[in-house]
């Protein structure tokens, strides 16, 4: 593990050696990117897959993750799948979190930089993957990774000549070195007695080419490169080197498997037969999570809740029927490698193996992949069935509206676009002119459900409904439709307004008109603007004032209409000497700018308003009514809530003063007072749900009551904390008594004593009280004594004694003198004729672990004696008990 950590230091000195190395020598970055592209490729192709370009093909994190896959034998998180710079990114780091969780310390190596096809990180990367997984493990005599792979390569190379191995650069430039490792090996494969020293170039690709036809080790290195460089790329070497190691490792390995198998073929027959079922069991099972998992990792919705209720039917068949087989096949599958483990083991055999990915682990890894993907694909199915829910119900809603406001809008087209008004007389434009109000207010109110229709269609829209282009179509031509009515209301309106004006003037009529129409109009004026005042009241006689004076407003509205009446009159007088006479009057009134229409306008409005005040003033008067209810609600239980949390507090002050039975008996007292207190829960709960409908009325005061909400809740919050503390204080009480061997007669004298000296019953006595009371007791205390005793009844030096203190404090005094004469007897039969004791007479007299423990505790004070390593009486009482306890 420590040499483990010291490679994982030496990264950080190989990455700051990285920019400095490609200065060096721009033909080393060559020479890794083939050695390093070689090496990941003889990985690669084990997954069926291989990359050309190291930095381009790295860049989305898939070959990246797939090839950490491969060396480990472990899986990854799964990879992100899109194409977007942001899923390559977050595959990348999925890569390096796992290279770092192995240990290795990357520096400067950025996702960012691998994305972006940075060369230089991007071997910088490859060479930390390849120094931890394919050179970090080797070890050859107590020496690892570089060291133990250079030590590895001495040691096969020393019986050759021309072959001197000191480093992992020009050490390998004449190629004998890798000829030397192949013959050591396989010595068939090359004659090295032919091989010559001067001819590097034959001895290279000789190794190269025998290495790769019948080692499969692949050609990762160029002898070109090699002998064309002053100083080989020591990373590139390393790199191929490993390979052979690994190659040859790994022969010997299967080698030795072999001759053993041989020798115990006979005894392991019935062994065989368990690794090939468990194989077997293992293949199949292993196929099945195979097949099984791409089918709950799929994430094809479906456009029907029909059919997404099969998806859900037929996962649940995978539950009921499929999986649980499995299961079974998977139990089975580890009780029979536990059982042949159990018989290789009973008859001094290796254990048992299985294939690569085969292992239990594996089998366990495959089974939790498969569950998570299980999970993942339930939950989808939930939310999509949800989702689907969701939008069936949009659908419907959108189409039932969207038919409602279509059957509305049939014919009002053809009805805007009438010329009715060409001929119309003046009564008639007038009764137009209301029509057409009456339609512009039903206009107005429909304008909300086309709201709705589009943001009901927005949201279809977002939730990625599968017929939204026939939702989009619809809305689009209900909102058109909607526009062009809009626009025609207006056209019809204007046209509406020139009509009658055109008919409006007389001149021998205009001045009269003109003088009672002014102060009429004034009045109508005014009229609205008080009918329109907005009004702000807080209790119901403000209101009951404002209602008055409306009464009275409305009380003048008869003879306002006489007077309007009258001056209608004066136009309509005009109308008739229009028509008698065929006059076709131009212009407008001379005197005054108002008009019958105008009047008739205002009138209607203050009509209109006066309406509306009237039930703007009942819906307020009734909200005052409901507000004052809520009010006289809220105070009617608060002030019984209120007193009833005070009695308690004060119940329960004099439960835990007075002397009434035993302490359990005031223990049961007090639970029962709990039970009752928690039962009450409810009316608090009441009072807050008044309180809330107080708060959203906008209530702010309540003459009623002199309770708040939050003066209630402090008071229950109190309630409930001082009943669970007074339980406790009476539990440690008994706590004490048991352990201290007190009676109940004691106990009373001790809560008398306390009780007589709480002078100011707060259940707690402060320091001059008790004080007197220990004097009282027979105490004879100084300053620094009562100092003491402060310590250690009030260690948090708040002032006062809490009755739990004082009871401990008192059994304490009276179990002071036991203690010491305990010590001293120990001490004596310890130490016999001596006056001290020594850690070896520890030892003989008591258990091992016993004596250990007492001469740590007793280690700081020995030295005190004239005997060296020894403990007197003090010393020795100190040590087991603590200075302040003796």
Same mark, same amino acid.
């Given at each position: 593990m420590d040499h483990y950590d010291g490679e994982t230091n030496d990264y950080r000195q190989q990455e700051d050696d990285w920019d400095r190395d490609l200065l060096l020598d721009p033909a080393w970055e060559k020479q890794q990117r083939k050695t390093f592209t070689a090496w990941c490729n003889s990985h690669l192709r084990k997954a069926g897959t291989q990359i050309e370009n190291i930095e381009e093909d790295f860049r989305d994190g898939l070959k990246l993750m797939l090839l950490l896959e491969v060396i480990s034998g472990e899986r990854l998180a799964k990879p992100e799948r899109g194409k977007m710079r942001v899923h390559k990114i977050s595959n990348v780091n999925k890569a390096l979190n796992f290279i770092t969780r192995k240990g290795v310390?990357?520096?400067?190596?950025?996702?960012?930089?691998?994305?972006?096809?940075?060369?230089?990180?991007?071997?910088?990367?490859?060479?930390?993957?390849?120094?931890?997984?394919?050179?970090?493990?080797?070890?050859?005599?107590?020496?690892?990774?570089?060291?133990?792979?250079?030590?590895?390569?001495?040691?096969?190379?020393?019986?050759?000549?021309?072959?001197?191995?000191?480093?992992?650069?020009?050490?390998?430039?004449?190629?004998?070195?890798?000829?030397?490792?192949?013959?050591?090996?396989?010595?068939?494969?090359?004659?090295?007695?032919?091989?010559?020293?001067?001819?590097?170039?034959?001895?290279?690709?000789?190794?190269?080419?025998?290495?790769?036809?019948?080692?499969?080790?692949?050609?990762?290195?160029?002898?070109?490169?090699?002998?064309?460089?002053?100083? /080989?790329? =020591?990373?590139?070497?390393?790199?191929?080197? #490993?390979?052979?190691?690994?190659?040859?490792? !790994? +022969?010997? %390995?299967?080698?030795?498997?072999?001759?053993?198998?041989?020798?115990?073929?006979?005894?392991?027959?019935?062994?065989?037969?368990?690794?090939?079922?468990?194989?077997?069991?293992?293949?199949?099972?292993?196929?099945?999570?195979?097949?099984?998992?791409?089918?709950?990792?799929?994430?094809?919705?479906?456009?029907?809740?029909?059919?997404?209720?099969?998806?859900?039917?037929?996962?649940?068949?995978?539950?009921?029927?499929?999986?649980?087989?499995?299961?079974?096949?998977?139990?089975?599958?580890?009780?029979?490698?536990?059982?042949?483990?159990?018989?290789?083991?009973?008859?001094?055999?290796?254990?048992?193996? /299985?294939? =690569?990915?085969?292992?239990?682990?594996?089998? #366990?890894?495959?089974?939790?992949?498969?569950? !998570? +993907?299980? %999970?993942?694909?339930?939950?989808?199915?939930?939310?999509?069935?949800?989702?689907?829910?969701?939008?069936?119900?949009?659908?419907?809603?959108f189409r039932q509206k969207a038919t409602i406001h279509e059957g509305w809008t049939t014919g009002k087209e053809d009805m805007l676009q009438q010329k009715d008004f060409e001929t119309a007389s003046l009564s008639e434009i007038k009764a137009l002119l209301k029509k057409h109000e009456a339609f512009e207010s039903d206009l107005a109110a429909h304008q909300d459900r086309v709201e709705q229709i589009a943001a009901i269609a927005q949201e279809l829209n977002e939730l990625d409904y599968y017929d939204s282009p026939r939702v989009n179509a619809r809305c689009q031509h209900i909102c058109d439709l909607w526009d062009t009515l809009g626009a025609l209301t207006q056209k019809r309106n204007e046209a509406l307004q020139r009509t009658e004006k055109l008919l409006e003037t007389i001149d021998q009529l205009y001045l009269e008109f003109a003088k009672r129409a002014a102060p009429f109009n004034n009045w109508m004026e005014g009229a609205m603007e008080d009918l329109q005042d907005t009004f702000i009241v807080h209790t119901i006689e403000e209101i009951q004032g404002l209602t008055a004076a409306h009464e009275q407003f409305k009380a003048t509205l008869p003879e306002a209409d006489k007077e309007r009446q009258a001056i209608l009159g004066i136009h309509n007088e005009i109308s008739k000497i229009v028509q008698t006479y065929h006059v076709n009057m131009a212009g407008s009134n001379p005197y005054t700018t108002i008009t019958p229409q105008t009047i008739n306008a205002k009138w209607e409005k203050v009509r209109q308003l006066v309406p509306q005040r009237d039930q703007a003033l009942v819906e307020e008067h009734t909200r005052q009514q409901d507000n004052e209810r809520l009010r006289k609600q809220f105070a009617g239980q608060a002030n019984v809530i209120g007193p009833w949390i005070q009695t308690k507090m004060e119940e329960i002050g004099r439960i835990s003063i007075e002397m009434h039975g035993t302490l359990e008996t005031q223990l049961t007292q007090l639970r029962q007072y709990e039970k009752n207190i928690i039962n009450y829960k409810p009316k608090i709960d009441q009072l807050e749900g008044d309180h809330q409908l107080i708060q959203e009325a906008l209530i702010f005061d309540n003459k009623h009551t002199n309770y708040t909400m939050e003066h209630i809740r402090v008071g229950w919050e109190q309630l409930l904390t001082t009943i669970a503390r007074t339980i406790n204080e009476i539990e440690n009480q008994i706590l004490t008594r048991d352990a201290k061997g007190i009676s109940q007669e004691q106990m009373n004298e001790f809560r008398a004593s306390f009780n007589h000296f709480d002078r100011k019953r707060t259940g707690m006595m402060d320091a001059d009280d008790f004080k007197t009371c220990l004097i009282s007791m027979g105490y004879n205390l100084s300053e620094a004594e009562f100092a003491r005793i402060m310590s250690i009844v009030d260690p948090n030096r708040l002032g006062v004694v809490t009755f739990q203190a004082f009871i401990d404090f008192m059994s304490r005094e009276a179990a002071d003198t036991d203690t010491a004469d305990q010590v001293m007897a120990s001490f004596k039969v310890l130490a016999g004729d001596k006056n001290y004791i020594l850690a070896d007479e520890l030892r003989r007299e008591l258990p091992p672990d016993q004596a250990e423990y007492c001469i740590a505790r007793m280690a700081p004070y020995t030295g005190r004696d004239a005997v060296p390593g020894a403990l007197d009486y003090m010393s020795f009482s100190t040590a087991l008990y603590g200075e302040s306890d003796l």
């Open positions: 310390k990357l520096v400067s190596i950025g996702a960012e930089e691998i994305v972006d096809g940075n060369a230089k990180m991007t071997l910088g990367m490859i060479w930390t993957i390849i120094l931890r997984f394919a050179i970090q493990d080797i070890s050859v005599e107590e020496t690892s990774a570089k060291e133990g792979l250079l030590l590895w390569c001495q040691r096969k190379t020393a019986p050759y000549k021309n072959v001197n191995i000191q480093n992992f650069h020009i050490s390998w430039k004449d190629g004998l070195g890798f000829c030397a490792l192949i013959h050591r090996h396989r010595p068939e494969l090359i004659d090295y007695s032919k091989l010559r020293k001067d001819d590097p170039m034959t001895n290279l690709n000789t190794a190269f080419d025998v290495a790769e036809r019948y080692l499969d080790i692949p050609r990762m290195l160029d002898a070109e490169d090699i002998v064309g460089t002053a100083r /080989p790329d =020591e990373k590139a070497i390393m790199t191929y080197v #490993s390979s052979f190691y690994h190659a040859f490792s !790994g +022969a010997q %390995k299967a080698e030795t498997a072999a001759n053993r198998i041989c020798k115990v073929l006979a005894v392991n027959q019935d062994n065989e037969k368990l690794m090939e079922d468990y194989e077997r069991l293992a293949s199949d099972l292993l196929e099945w999570i195979r097949r099984t998992i791409p089918w709950l990792e799929n994430r094809a919705t479906e456009n029907t809740m029909a059919a997404m209720q099969q998806k859900l039917e037929d996962f649940r068949d995978y539950r009921r029927m499929h999986k649980p087989p499995k299961v079974q096949e998977k139990c089975q599958l580890e009780i029979n490698f536990n059982t042949l483990q159990t018989k290789l083991r009973l008859s001094n055999r290796p254990a048992f193996m /299985p294939s =690569e990915g085969k292992m239990v682990s594996d089998i #366990s890894n495959a089974w939790s992949g498969l569950e !998570g +993907a299980e %999970k993942g694909y339930e939950e989808w199915l939930l939310n999509e069935i949800r989702r689907l829910e969701r939008l069936d119900h949009l659908a419907g809603k």
